[in-house]
């Protein structure tokens, strides 16, 4: 199975923490951005197979991150904890490829990137 960049930017450390932990030992690597200045910099830097953003970041916020990654055809899943329907469309309007809710648990994410980075490779 090939290795697989993926770019986390969460702004909570201890979240970005426990789920850079949960993808350990696995075929992915995470790349860390605490804010969207520092995915921005990820995206246009390294090669990237798909972000994961929360909505709500410092600098450009995971909408933002939206077009800046299907400008270069990489998928995007959005976290965010606003219990909105409008949230919810907003994010698929703008290309998002899955949404999750706030709470959610690390191995929910992680079925979620492999099922997404399973289409890629498929495409």
Request: net charge negative; no cysteine; charged share 30%.
């Amino acid at each position: 199975m090939p290795e697989f960049n993926i770019v986390l930017a969460i702004s909570d450390t201890i979240i970005r923490k426990v789920l850079t932990r949960r993808f350990k030992d696995t075929d992915y690597t995470i790349l860390e951005a605490k804010d969207g200045n520092e995915a921005i910099s990820r995206i246009e830097s390294e090669n990237v197979h798909l972000v994961v953003a929360e909505e709500m970041l410092p600098y450009h916020n995971g909408f933002e991150l939206i077009g800046i990654s299907k400008s270069r055809n990489i998928p995007v899943i959005i976290i965010s904890d606003a219990d909105l329907e409008e949230k919810l469309l907003e994010a698929f309007e703008l290309g998002a490829d899955d949404f999750i809710d706030k709470p959610f648990s690390p191995n929910e994410l992680f079925v979620r990137v492999k099922n997404q980075l399973k289409r890629q490779e498929t495409t």
